[in-house]
């Protein structure tokens, strides 16, 4: 415990945007995964505990693309395509076969999913650490804004997550396809009903959210070293952001990753070794005082 | 009735002591024993979790978390006090139920895919402690420089057999408490909670509490697990708190079948098995376990003993109580 660490960060202003910059990337990212798991879980009511390994492969299939091509954007659109086909996949052939059955088999399905994933990346991309290295078109000199410092990445980084946190907003809102995907969240029978093929819009969130994490992976490539089994601390957090934000809640899911992006780097001066408990303890009083999380609604009947 | 009952179950726990008791007289393959030595800590651990997902409905992914708390607590205890096995042991038991009663105080009464996430949370929370205070816990490393095994009450644990012995004894007396504590009307009730729960509460049952008393129950047989454990490795791991342990007990309960009493400890045993044919053949042991999760989750969708069951319903034509 170093409070006073703490109060001089808080009374610097450099130090205050420095943190924050790196508070709001570990935000962004979390934010694209949780958002993935949200949506999953709000649309087809089952938990992805396999969302984590997505996430890996999303930012392994980015550094062999950007090995590959040299390019960063295309080393995105692959890890989302990729990691989305991967979802779309997995979701028909194994994952449609557990809604049913009971939780006990939807752990197992994703616990096998891990295993399998994890290995597989040792197979294809080996166990030791890698790094994609910083893009060249990233590779100005920081911005000093107040007088901390915030890499250009970092800014492309905050900004394209609120563009997607947007678009998500408006497609989920205000378009057709929005319409289905709440439809079916709210009351899958009738939605079949009125002759919707709620197969696929389980397939196509699925694999949405599959995207998402493949994406976020991708994103973090270039600030984050790589390793199997890497996914699951993610995984644990974007959980930890999902019942705070909300089950189900794409905008609570965006509140919480930002929150907790925060907590994260202004606890790491001031209380490291606590900073998780802190998380917990946040987590465990939500769950205790408002279990539908800050900005979520009422479960579902 | 129920005493009756349970005469039958205490003799054969006997016949089964006195078997494996007897095992070291006629052979002294040193894998035979740890085999069953392993198997006694990983079948309590197994059977403990049992409790929560075949009887109480709740399908705990944080068992390990007691695991690895009654394997540290018992090595630090140890290590630190230098108090006798017994202590210590009765010590770790103390401590995981103490975490069981705060972290089943918040888990229990949450719905099922709630409660096997934050479970899985807060084991996490503890293993990333146990990483992290390394001036206690020795962080990856683990607890080394070994666990002094002090000889009590005329057993000398440093001795295989006297190891061997051990394991069994406090293996079986573990297994014929959980079945007693499950064939008690505690034990009915848990099933009725799982059933209806609304039921329960109309008929005045404190289902939280009932919950609750079965996540205490259930951390303080795996503290046991994870005492066993600590003494045959002589040290504790981080490992032993991962998430993978946790996820290889449910694989155990699942694959053992987890309608039958005993299908847990089955299951513990046939999982050895096959770790320990995966490790000899092919490095890629996630890999191996993963597929044969899925042919079990998605082809078998059973246990071995409900398949045991169901045989030995075709053949006498008559129902089996479990």
Redesign the interface.
Known sequence: MDSNALFNCLSDLSCIVTQTSTGLISGALLFLVAAGLTLIFGVLGVINFGHGSLYMLGAYVGLSAYRFTDSFTIATIAASIGVGLFGLVFERLIMRRVYNADVLMQLLVCYALILILDDAVKIIWGAEFQSMGMPEYFQAPPLFIGGGIVPVFYLFLIIAAFLIALVLWYVLTRTHIGKVVRAAAHNPTMTSVLGLNTNWIYAGVFAFGGALAGLAGALAAPVRSMSPGMGFSILIESFIVTVIGGMGSVSGALVGALLIGLVRSFGSIGFPLFVEGIMFIAMALILVLKPSGLLGKEPRP | MKNISFKKELLIAALCLAILIAIPFFTSSRVTLDFVIRLASYGIFATSLNIL?GYGGM?S?GHALFFGGGAYAFGLLMQKSGTSIPVAMLGAILFCAAIGLVVGA?CVR?????F???T???Q??FY??IV??SALTGGDQGLTGGIPRTPFWGINLGDTTHMYWFASVVGILCLLLMRYILQSPFGYTLRMVRDNADRARFLGVDVWRVKLYAFILSACFAGVSGVIMAIFVSGAFPDFTY??MS?EA??M??MGG?NAFIGPVVGAALLMLFNDVISRNTE????A???I??I???GF?KGITDFIQQAYRLVTKKGVQS
């Open positions: 997902v399908v992914f918040i949450l719905k099922e895919i709630y096997s996430f934050l899985l949370a807060f996490m929370l990333s402690i992290t205070w998430w993978t996820g449910v694989f309960i699942m987890l890629y042991h996630g890999l376990l993963g597929i999760v899925l079990f989750a998605l969708k």
